[in-house]
């Protein structure tokens, strides 16, 4: 499988080169310099090149380097809108990935929701989040980064005598112009997996 996951990495590249955009840098956005290019990916410095995607000091042959591969090739002029914020499968074509996106994105954070309440501060500043987003609701709520033009917006409700916890996760408004649908649903899988490895 990672042979394979290196090899859509390297074939979305050469697509990428092959007829990069003049503007490119400008619609990540990002830094270029020569043939590099370099934004922020779930809070690291991300570079990529012709032969390949750097993510911090790791070199991306998994699902994240698809990803951020992807984003580069959908990379346009439009401008991120925020609100009013979408539930996944409010996006076109997303119905097959409702509900690995459920329980990959949603459901694997609902343990953890007191840890995240306590560590919401270094979780907002590692991923260039902001709290007390106005669209968010919940007992507690904030808005991460993880790609410099789509947002997520979590919403969690503590356990009371009821209710057990929960968790929610809602895109910026225009998040499916820049990336597909499985790639979508696959940028909050791995947000909500960064968020647990911040606790």
Sequence with gaps: MADNYAKIIKDNLTRLYNNLPERLAEFLPGKQKENLFEFMALGEKCRISPESIMLGNEKQTGALGIIISLYALHACSHAAIIEPLKAFKEFPNTMPYVGAFTSHTEQI????????????????????????????????????????????????YNADEDFPPSATCLYSNNASLFLPPDALADVGEYTSKKIIELL
């Design 109 to 156: 954070l609902i343990p953890h929701v007191k840890q995240i309440e306590t560590a919401r501060k270094k979780i907002i500043k590692y991923l260039h989040g902001k709290e007390s987003f106005s669209a968010g609701s919940g007992d507690f709520s904030f808005l991460v980064t993880p790609l410099p033009k789509i947002n997520l917006c979590y919403i969690f």
